[in-house]
C-alpha cells in the first residue's frame, strides 16, 4: 500500500499542531515535516518541545519524514544559504551544524529519513572545489546519519551544484550510503530524464522519499494535481510495481494560503489515482 504525506512547507500559516490534526483527521499516513522558524525551528528548540511532537504524532499515528529546505532559516537575505559547498569555511560548517541538529530531531521524531539539498554554485566558484566540500560535509553527516539511524536522503533539486538524477548518481558511486529524494516536478527540468514514472523505476533501489505535486513538463513548478501536465496514475502505478514503502509526500509549497482546502482535495486525488487492485 503506498503511503501520503504532506510536506509542512505547504502549510505555513497553520500552527503545527492544527496541520497534524488536519492531516490526521483526512487521512494521510505520514508528514514530510519541514523544519522551519515557524515549525520545529532546531536552532531555537524549547525544552521538550520535539517530544511533544513526537507524541503528537504517535497520537495521530503519523510517520514523518524530515525536510531540510527551508528558505531562509540561516540567512533572512539569502534563499537557501550558507550551502554545503560555500566556498566560506564558517559559512559551510553553519549548514553542516544545521543539519545535524536536524537529524537529531529526526532521531527523536523516529523520522523514517531527512531530506537535504546541495545548494546553488556560486558563480564565481570553480565545481571542483564545491564537489569537494560537498564530499566532505556529506561524509560528516552520513557518520552522523548512521549513528542515529536516520536515512539520509539528497533531492536533485533545479538550480543547485546538485540538479539531476545522474549528478546524484555519480555522488552515490562515491557515498554508497547516500539515499535518493526524488521530485517528480524535477524530473527533466535540467536535462532530459524521460518521465517521472520511468524516473522512479530506473532509481527505485536508491528511493526513500517521492514528492508529488502537479507541473508543466520540463518546467519546475509545485501546483496542485490537474493544474500541470503529471501522469499521476502513471506515477502511482510505477510506485506500486517497484513497491516503494517509503512516504509520498506532497509539496506545495507556494500554496499554505488554501492549504484548508488543498489539503483533503489532494487526498481525494490520490485516492482517484490509485491503481485499481
Known amino acids: 500500500m503506498l503511503r501520503f504525506a504532506y510536506n509542512t512547507n505547504g502549510l505555513q500559516s497553520h500552527r503545527l499542531e ?44 503519523l510517520r ?19 550551502t554545503l559547498i560555500d566556498p566560506q569555511p564558517l559559512e559551510r560548517m553553519r549548514r553542516v551544524d544545521l543539519l ?11 523520522a523514517e529519513a531527512l531530506t537535504l539539498h546541495t545548494g546553488p554554485l556560486d558563480p564565481a566558484q570553480d565545481a571542483q572545489d564545491a564537489q569537494r566540500f560537498l564530499l566532505d560535509g556529506l561524509s560528516e553527516l552520513l557518520e552522523k546519519a548512521t549513528e542515529l539511524g536516520v536515512p539520509l536522503a539528497l533531492e536533485p533539486e533545479p538550480g543547485h551544484f546538485v540538479a ?27 536535462a532530459e530524464e524521460g518521465t517521472p514514472a520511468e524516473a522512479l523505476r530506473r532509481y ?12 508543466p513538463r520540463r518546467v519546475h513548478a509545485h ?49 482517484a489515482a490509485l491503481p485499481s487492485r
Open 18 to 61: 492544527d496541520a497534524l490534526a488536519l492531516l490526521g483527521e483526512t487521512g494521510y499516513h505520514g508528514v514530510a515535516l519541514t523544519l522551519d522558524h515557524m515549525h520545529l525551528d532546531p536552532l531555537q528548540l524549547a525544552p521538550g518541545e520535539v517530544a511533544r511532537v513526537a507524541r503528537s504524532l504517535a497520537q495521530r499515528r
Open 64 to 82: 514523518c519524514v524530515v525536510e531540510t529546505g527551508a528558505r531562509y532559516l540561516l540567512d533572512p537575505r539569502r534563499k537557501h544559504r550558507p
Open 100 to 110: 545535524r541538529r536536524s537529524l537529531e530531531v529526526a532521531a527523536e521524531l523516529q
Open 164 to 190: 539531476t538524477l545522474a549528478q546524484f548518481e555519480a555522488l552515490q558511486a562515491t557515498l554508497p550510503e547516500l539515499r535518493l529524494t526524488l521530485d517528480v516536478a524535477h524530473v527533466s527540468v535540467e
Open 204 to 215: 527505485a533501489d536508491a528511493l526513500a522519499v517521492v514528492h508529488l505535486e502537479d507541473a
Open 223 to 271: 501546483l496542485p494535481f490537474g493544474e500541470g501536465e503529471l501522469d499521476l496514475p502513471g506515477v502511482l502505478q510505477a510506485l506500486v510495481e517497484v513497491g516503494f514503502a517509503g512516504l509520498c509526500a506532497v509539496e506545495l509549497s507556494r500554496h499554505s494560503h488554501a492549504a484548508h482546502s488543498l489539503v483533503p482535495a489532494t487526498w481525494d486525488a490520490l485516492q
